[in-house]
């Protein structure tokens, strides 16, 4: 059973940074693409950004291009989501797993992992 642990959520105000961790145990996850998608209340769950196997190439939804940084430690099998500029509406629950694009969407591939925890990360305007 694979295991995703997602760490380093928290409250920040407006323009500030956090860096998330997902931490994969129990499956080398160095076969596949990563991605990190948010949850708000009352929304459905959407694609934030994915990192290729490699961690060579990276892609980001529109909302946070230039702002968020995806990368991944295949060594540590963990991947990362550094956040800057954070706005009030990247208020959500956080949540990393596989992903894999179909056509210009990605989606992500629960035959690696069911859903995490997800970490909480809160912007104050």
């Known amino acids: 059973q694979v295991q995703l642990v997602e760490s380093g959520g928290g409250l920040v105000q407006a323009g500030g940074s956090l860096r998330l961790s997902c931490a994969a145990s129990?499956?080398?996850?160095?076969?596949?693409?990563m991605g990190w998608f948010r949850q708000s209340p009352g929304k459905e769950r959407e694609f934030v950004a994915a990192?290729?196997?490699?961690?060579?190439?990276?892609y980001y939804a529109d909302s946070v291009k230039g702002r968020f940084t995806i990368s991944r430690d295949n060594a540590k099998n963990t991947v990362y989501l550094r956040m800057n500029s954070l706005k009030p509406e990247d208020t959500a629950l956080y949540y990393c797993?596989?992903?894999?694009?179909?056509?210009?969407?990605?989606?992500?591939?629960?035959?690696?992992?069911?859903w995490g925890q997800g970490t909480q990360v809160t912007v104050s305007s």
């Open positions: 797993n596989a992903a894999r694009k179909s056509g210009s969407k990605w989606n992500v591939y629960l035959d690696f992992a069911s």
């Open positions: 129990g499956r080398t996850f160095s076969n596949y693409a």
């Open positions: 990192v290729d196997w490699s961690g060579v190439f990276t």
